[in-house]
T-cell receptor, first 113, second 114 residues
Framework: DQQVKQNSPSLSVQEGRISILNCDYTNSMFDYFLWYKKYPAEGPTFLISISSIKDKNEDGRFTVFLNKSAKHLSLHIVPSQPGDSAVYFCAASATGSQGNLIFGKGTKLSVKP | KAGVTQTPRYLIKTRGQQVTLSCSPISGHRSVSWYQQTPGQGLQFLFEYFSETQRNKGNFPGRFSGRQFSNSRSEMNVSTLELGDSALYLC?????????????FGPGTRLTVL
């Protein structure tokens, strides 16, 4: 049973436009959420995170929104750049489950010039 | 600061053999987690070590084991390899000065079981 779901396996966006990647979770104990980017043959790279006490966190072109009542989070990339093309993973963590991140299966983002 | 390093980067083994993978965390990080990535299952948590103690374990058979040394370096071992163990094995380290888990990943070890 998947606790973290990324329902879109792929997303294609034009350079300069906004990319919106979505993630849903089922476990109400999750209180910390992270987004990672992964290129082929490399490990995931940490992008941005958000605690459940917030509903928004911003870092440069990346913004994560959290809707706790809907158990939904999204990553916005504005403006999108060709170098953003990668697989994006959403991950969740619960206090007390140290070191255990539950990952979604990823969304492959393609940013076209 | 150097990132997380993993050795070897690639391994080819045959069924029934055993394998040991190594991970050196970012300097000062005391928590090391291991994950298995396969096309079908995605990234799945194997176990986590902190100060040489296993604190959390995922849903994997006992053939998968690990340990952590006093310098925080970690190894994972898979015994009696099966074809289904072919995967990318990722190690991640974390400061864990608070309860949140910003983990930083190494490049992974690609294991192929023939």
């Amino acid at each position: 049973d998947q606790q973290v779901k990324q329902n879109s396996p792929s997303l294609s966006v034009q350079e300069g436009r906004i990319s919106i990647l979505n993630c849903d979770y089922t476990n109400s104990m999750f209180d910390y959420f992270l987004w990672y980017k992964k290129y082929p043959a490399e490990g995931p790279t940490f992008l941005i995170s958000i605690s459940s006490i917030k509903d928004k966190n911003e870092d440069g072109r990346f913004t994560v929104f959290l809707n706790k009542s809907a158990k939904h989070l999204s990553l916005h990339i504005v403006p999108s750049q060709p170098g953003d093309s990668a697989v994006y993973f959403c991950a969740a963590s619960a206090t007390g489950s140290q070191g255990n991140l539950i990952f979604g299966k990823g969304t492959k983002l393609s940013v076209k010039p | 600061k150097a990132g997380v390093t993993q050795t070897p980067r690639y391994l080819i083994k045959t069924r029934g053999q055993q394998v040991t993978l190594s991970c050196s965390p970012i300097s000062g990080h005391r928590s090391v987690s291991w994950y298995q990535q396969t096309p079908g299952q995605g990234l799945q948590f194997l176990f986590e070590y902190f100060s040489e103690t296993q604190r959390n374990k995922g849903n994997f058979p006992g053939r998968f084991s690990g340990r952590q040394f006093s310098n925080s370096r970690s190894e994972m071992n898979v015994s009696t390899l099966e074809l289904g163990d072919s995967a990318l094995y990722l190690c991640a380290s974390s400061l864990l000065v608070r309860s949140y888990n910003e983990q930083f990943f190494g490049p992974g070890t690609r294991l192929t079981v023939l």
